[in-house]
């Protein structure tokens, strides 16, 4: 199976996405919903919670593991990448979900001012302007952590009118910032839930980007690539859920997330 991991709920978004573009394969997915959210923790606690979720999926046997987690992606992807495969499970490859969305934004701006809505680990990380800076050097990026939306969203909330100042005030914040901005990066994979109220507040001319297409789009080109991978991965259109929390917990919202109903198993890591 290919593994998909989150510190919750908000890689279904991702895994919805990929699962529509490549409906074959086999997919688990793990959320550690017992020790979410990630976005506050430090550098340190986040690589080792996601190490140890890597390795749980590579001992179910997946070949890949999708980190569909932005925080993740930009406080643990590197070091796992360059340590932990190299050292203990070199026939396994795991990819991350900032560098496809990096990859993308050239395309999008006009303006080349974006801005950057995400939580503050992946925001203090300035992983997006790293990359950005490596593949557009010609975009300026601003940054803004929008520490509100991921309580809102897994309460439940999201589509509710207490959840409106919040998400207005950090798009006023970033706008603000750089009125120049014409495209807006969703760093944080509980964000689409949000979108109704986000394209409610952000100006017209401002184009709203989720990851999850762009992240099935790159997956897909990934297993077109490799085939030495893609060989390796089962095709019976399944997906199982797993969850560090109680089922009865993250099942309800994790079927509001995914579009459709969930029974998970729950895993200890």
């Not at 986040?46 to 593991?65: H, I, N, W």
């Not at 909330?157 to 798009?171: C, H, T, W």
């Not at 990934?222 to 085939?227: N, Q």
């Not at 919202?253 to 459709?260: C, K, M, P, Q, V």
Request: aromatic content about 8%; some cysteine.
């Amino acid at each position: 199976m290919i593994g998909v991991f989150d510190s919750g709920y908000g890689g279904l978004t991702i895994l919805k996405q990929i699962r529509n573009t490549l409906p074959d394969y086999d997919y688990i997915y793990l959320g550690d919903n017992a020790r979410a959210p990630y976005g506050t923790r430090s550098f340190d606690i986040v690589y080792d919670f996601t190490r140890q979720a890597v390795e749980f999926l590579f001992a179910q046997g997946c070949p890949l593991v999708i980190l569909a987690c932005n925080t993740a992606s930009a406080k643990a992807l590197r070091t796992i990448q360059q340590t932990v495969l190299p050292e203990r499970w070199p026939d396994r490859r795991v990819l991350g979900v900032i560098r496809p969305t990096v990859e993308d934004v050239g395309a999008m701006t006009h303006t080349r001012h974006v801005g950057l809505l995400a939580t503050p680990g992946t925001v203090n990380s300035h992983s997006y302007t790293l990359e950005i800076n490596k593949i557009h050097p010609d975009i300026t990026l601003t940054e803004r952590a929008c520490p509100m939306w991921v309580p809102i969203v897994e309460a439940g909330e999201a589509l509710s009118d207490g959840a409106d100042y919040f998400v207005r005030k950090y798009i006023d914040d970033i706008m603000e910032a750089d009125p120049l901005i014409d495209t807006l990066l969703l760093g944080c994979t509980h964000y689409p839930i949000l979108l109704p109220k986000i394209r409610k507040y952000a100006p017209e001319h401002v184009r709203i980007v989720p990851q999850g297409q762009i992240v099935a789009d790159s997956l897909k080109d990934y297993l077109r690539r490799h085939p030495e991978i893609e060989c390796r991965c089962s095709k019976s259109g399944t997906t199982s859920f797993l969850t560090t929390e109680a089922t009865d917990k993250f099942d309800p919202l994790a079927s509001l997330f995914i579009g459709t109903s969930v029974h998970s198993t729950k895993i200890t890591l």
